[in-house]
């Protein structure tokens, strides 16, 4: 299954035959990410411990103390990263609610039945993945009208906000936003009140934590098949082929998958997805996630940081105190490569914090990436978080601003080949001193 299957036409051709190209073909105007919702059983928890473990501070809240008799919802945010973290209230006091018809959500789409059966099938994970939009109404019309599924109508939010959704795969939505005016979203900083429903939480009540990450880059699902998924999004969203990789493109023999990266028109909206390939040594990774999962589902998250050893410093001091903990580091062999493969864009020093932080490192033709990965953040091997630093690219906009291109130095592809080349060497390495060892003896 190493070259994906046929599907509407859908074949992947890997990652060296892969020609990049933006066709432009968005059908909507769409500006950014612009959150993530996360469905748990215990949102204050849940809240704090994200926040405490990536530096990112609590900013807005909806719950019982705002009127919100629905669901409990705490805001965090980092930067133009903004998590949302929802739970459930009880569902007697809900089912009153709706018997009286009074309606306290500060999420209108939220759903007493749905977010528990949520919980219940897939434990901590992403509900919702929201991009900011330039008409969520417009956006969600013409989603449905090229094949979304809906979830949501548009619904207007205190005549300042639009928000709509549209199923993207498994439980998880895509959620659009939309602002009446340029003045309805103010900055995402501590004074930003998110959407109507929502309040500032008092700066007393909020400790000040800032380690460095500035936005999401990427958010990656997980389905079983990609070919549908794929031509499912692209259809809807209008969105274009970024980048794709095939199980010979990772490199190992042992566990596969395939990906396909989907991006919007300024290609800042980055929408990979896997699915597992079979017939190897091991289960995919893959594989692994579907059934913990219950099905599809959003794999993990890549948090761009504007300084990664700053970043990676801070988060580790945490690890082990409510922090996240990080996968394991690569042989020394890796490191002692690396020179070889990024000694033009990094520093002796830089690539000395880079092993020290148990960093990996990739390159493509246009700039390098700097990334590293958690454990899953919940007690099943699912969603995870990726931290990454992006580095060349820096080109100017129509009015002279620069900004970095999206996707800068690929998503990773060379960590996997040069991973499973370094753990091979190593190996090398520790039967030429066993062998010496036999002899000496």
């Known amino acids: 299954m190493g070259e994906g299957n046929g599907v509407d036409g859908f074949k992947l051709v890997g990652f060296s ?61 980092s930067g133009d990263l903004k998590f949302l973290f929802t739970a459930p209230y009880s569902p007697t006091i809900a089912e009153a609610e709706k018997f009286s018809h009074t309606e306290t959500a500060s999420i209108p789409t939220f759903d007493h039945a749905a977010c528990r059966a949520f919980s219940a099938s897939h434990g901590l994970g992403v509900r ?28 207007v939010l205190g005549n300042r906000a639009v928000i709509a959704e549209v199923h993207l795969y498994g439980d998880v939505v895509l959620r659009y936003i939309s602002y009446k005016n340029s003045n309805s979203n103010p900055d995402d900083g501590a004074g930003s009140l998110f959407l109507p429903g929502f309040e500032k939480v008092e700066e007393n009540l909020s400790f000040p934590l800032d380690y460095g990450i500035r936005r999401l880059d990427h958010a990656v699902g997980n389905v079983p098949d990609l070919g549908p998924a794929v031509s499912y999004v ?44 079979f017939g190897t040594k091991r289960k995919s990774q893959i594989q692994t996630y579907l059934e913990h999962n219950e099905g599809a589902g959003l ?103 620069v900004y970095q291109k999206g996707g800068c130095g690929g998503f990773g592809k060379g960590n996997f080949s040069e991973l499973f080349k370094s753990i091979e060497e190593y190996e090398k390495t520790l039967e030429a001193k066993r062998t010496a060892e036999t002899a000496s003896a």
């Not at 493509?364 to 990726?386: C, M, N, S």
């Open 17 to 77: 035959k892969f020609v990049r190209n933006n066709p432009k073909s968005d059908k909507f105007k769409v500006k950014k990410f612009h959150h993530v919702e996360f469905w748990c059983s215990d949102a204050t928890n849940t809240a704090r411990r994200f926040s405490w473990g990536l530096g990112m501070q609590l900013v807005a809240k909806s719950d019982l103390s705002t009127g919100n008799m629905t669901h409990a919802s705490y805001l965090i945010s």
């Open 128 to 155: 919702a993945l929201a991009i900011e939009v330039e008409d969520a109404e417009v956006a969600f019309a013409t989603s449905v009208a090229h094949g979304a599924k809906p979830s949501s109508s548009p619904i």
């Open 234 to 277: 692209k259809a809807f969203t209008g969105f274009h082929e970024f980048a794709e990789f095939t199980a010979e493109d990772v490199g190992t023999s042992e566990s596969g998958l395939n990906s396909v990266v989907l991006a919007n028109n300024d290609e800042m909206v980055l929408l990979p997805m896997n699915e597992p390939v």
């Open 299 to 401: 794999q993990h998250l890549a948090l761009v940081t504007e300084d990664i050893f700053r970043t990676l410093r801070e988060m580790k001091k945490r690890s082990w105190v409510g922090g996240f903990e990080f996968m394991p580091s690569p042989p020394p062999t890796y490191y002692k490569n690396l020179k070889n493969r990024a000694g033009d864009v990094l520093t002796d020093e830089q690539i000395k914090e880079c092993e020290e932080l148990e960093i990996l490192v990739d390159r493509d033709d246009q700039g390098t990436l700097l990334q590293i990965f958690t454990k899953p953040v919940g007690d099943r091997p699912t969603i995870f978080i990726e931290i990454i630093q992006r580095i060349g690219c820096m080109l100017k906009d129509e009015e002279g601003k």
